[in-house]
């Protein structure tokens, strides 16, 4: 599975959008791009995830470059609950029962202060 | 509630002790993992389980043994930790190994060795 890179922290104001990167300049054309988020002491908990095409859920957007080299979350009016490590991890999918493991990196620990 | 349930929440355990962990979830899922994750450290991938058989094991001492039941039911029985085993072990599970839609987690066990 390849690699990701995220910045190691960010701040945030409430009410504002965040947007964190994330460098995954070795993606294989069968890598999805997932996020995840970890709130202090709780399990990590699963946001988007695309191949190639945004997406957008309730949680979040998920812009992935045309290259697919990068991608950016957002969140699009963020709240002091966000605050968590966020988690870029790319991975084979879509296999029943083979596919990469999810792998997690050092993420990003994003602040949303007031 | 994520479906993923793990018993006990915090867990206290001398060294010479034996206890087990568990993880029950009830999404329909058919693969399961145990992740441990240290103080300051990313998550680190245990064990993976596959329609009720250990397809990996990542190198684990044999002081961390997991059984697998049936599908819905995960255990990690503990003897004879270090202090170094304190961590946070999470429970996840997938529909299937390859599956797009992710893992879901427990909230976890806190695991104290003295």
């Known amino acids: 599975d390849a690699k990701t890179t995220q910045p190691p922290s960010m701040d945030c104001a409430e009410g504002r959008a965040a947007n964190l990167p994330c460098n995954h300049s070795?993606?294989?054309?069968?890598?999805?791009v997932y996020w995840y988020r970890q709130i202090h002491s709780q399990g990590p908990q699963y946001i988007i995830h695309?191949?190639?095409n945004n997406e957008t859920n309730e949680m979040a957007s998920l812009i992935i470059t045309e290259d697919r080299k990068s991608s950016t979350l957002i969140l699009p009016h963020a709240t002091l609950r966000d605050t968590a490590v966020y988690y870029c991890?790319?991975?084979?999918?879509?296999?029943?029962?083979?596919?990469?493991?999810?792998?997690f990196g050092q993420g990003t620990e994003l602040s949303v202060k007031p | 509630e994520t479906g993923v349930t793990q018993t006990p929440r915090h867990l206290v355990m001398g060294m010479t002790n034996k206890k087990s962990l568990k993880c029950e979830q009830h999404?329909?899922?058919?693969?399961m993992y145990w992740y441990k994750q240290s103080a300051k450290k990313p998550l680190e991938l245990m064990f993976v389980y596959s329609l009720e058989e250990r397809v990996e094991n990542n190198s684990v001492p044999s002081r961390f043994s997991p059984e697998c039941p049936n599908s819905s039911h995960l255990f990690l029985h503990l003897h004879t930790l270090q202090p170094e085993d304190s961590a946070l072990y999470l429970c996840a599970s997938s529909q299937g190994r390859g599956s797009k839609d992710g893992y879901t987690f427990g909230s976890g066990t806190r695991l104290t060795v003295v």
């Open positions: 999404l329909g899922h058919n693969a």
């Open positions: 991890i790319v991975r084979v999918a879509g296999f029943r029962n083979q596919g990469g493991k999810l792998i």
């Open positions: 070795t993606i294989s054309g069968n890598e999805y």
């Open positions: 695309g191949l190639k």
